[in-house]
């Protein structure tokens, strides 16, 4: 699959129940937590793609929408690219570390310990070496590049005892966990920073160690953010770096799922520098969704519902995906599931009403990690008998919508309640601020209970558009 296992992920309103801002929704959070079905293993390409499309009504405005679906794939899904490796570990240690959230019951330090010992525990005896340090507004290390059988006699007890204290210093943190790994030896090397460190912007010294690290150095790193809050801003300079990403742990088990059950995937990538072009001759595109930079819908100022209208028609868009991963497989029966690596296009509505075919060309582009260069072309038609009914070419597609339509109306929630926050304190009628409550924490509720449902590594997906019309979605009418 493609993209970065778990990137932005919005599964904080289970753990946390409570939103963040709007413009942390991301349709890609949602779709790297989900299974798809794959039509069939890849066998022999690095990277290969299956495309569908869908004609479908907007559940919120009632207007027809139509999309092309793209799934990412790999033959080495369910293997993984896993490679000797040396592992340069830098744990926070902060004050904030002992910090618990949510509906865990330890803090986020004890979970940190814990997930590192289990990490040690599949590391290959023979051939995997690693590194520990900690850091605050200081750095110590724990102990130096060792393999397994030396951290196991050596320095279990060492790591338990490790507690909180100080502020964080990402710049110190880094400086240290690059001096434990030597750039010149040939093997797969790679820097985890596990921090819950959240910062409004990135300051230059960071950034340029990132790039000295990554493009100089040539050691690929990885964030696993332990905080209510992903750090976007983090997120997205870090995965334009080569080999990079970032993952937001929002409960108790995603630490050790990125950590210890994924390894083999989250930190061996597949390609570099992958891009997906697709162009049409006869229908232009109105959104994309699951690249870099996806374009959600924007709120129309005069209803404030997610506007049908485009902001910019282009017949061809670019999607640069960058490094990508492999992902491991669900098998269900006889039907396998590979985990996220969709993207969407959404077509221009009134291209739809045409008495013609549409027509697609797709590129895809990458080079594997021995910097050979790809190139695949596809061609992809949508039939004019297929454009007046509401038609899914398959499951993968509907459940895409699904999220893409779900994540518009929750973002819709979320500025609803912005303003419903500045009326209350506006208003002084007690009955009118009580009711806007009710009537919130009813629909948080019910959107709660449909992301439980429908978006939790939930292969088997209901027909979900459907069901999102009966759930209340805020809207001005609500706040007079």
Known sequence: MGGQL???????????????????????????????????QEKYLVQNIEISHAITKNPKNGLKDGFVGVILKSKFDGIGNRSPINLSIALDVSGSMSSIDGKDTKNRLSLAKESLIKLISILDEKN????????????????????KKEIEEKYLNDINKIESFGETDLVLALKAAISKLDSNEKKEKRIIMITDAVYDDINDELEKLFEECVEKKEIPIT??????EANLILAEKLSKFKGCNYFSICKSSDLENYLVKNFNYIFFPIAYDTKIIVKSENTKFLRCFGGENDLMDEFDNKNEDFSPAPLNFNNEIIFNLGSTF??????????????????????????????????????????????????????????KNKKN????????????????YFTSMLNHIIENEKKMNEKNKEDN???KVKNRKILLLETKKNIIEYLNKNFVLEPNFNETIENLNKYKILNNNNFN
């Open 128 to 147: 995997d070496k690693m590194s520990l340090i900690t850091f605050s507004d200081e750095t110590k290390e724990i102990f130096g590049m060792i393999n």
């Open 429 to 431: 009628n007690d009955l």
């Open 6 to 40: 778990g990137k932005n992920m919005f599964a904080n309103s289970q753990n946390y129940n409570y939103y963040s801002e709007s413009s942390k929704v991301s349709f890609d959070a949602f779709i790297n937590e989900n299974y798809f079905l794959i039509e069939s």
């Open 326 to 383: 492999s992902s491991n497989l669900l098998k269900i029966k006889d039907n396998l599931y590979s985990k996220g690596g969709l993207i969407l296009l959404k077509l221009n509505y009134s291209d739809l009403n045409k008495d013609e075919d549409l027509k697609f060309n797709l590129i895809l582009e990458y080079k594997t990690i021995n910097n050979e260069k790809s190139t695949q072309n596809y061609s992809y038609i949508i039939n």
């Open 389 to 404: 009914d509401e038609y899914f070419k398959d499951n993968n597609i509907k459940k895409g919508i699904s999220i893409y």
């Open 223 to 228: 964030i696993m953010a332990i905080s209510s």
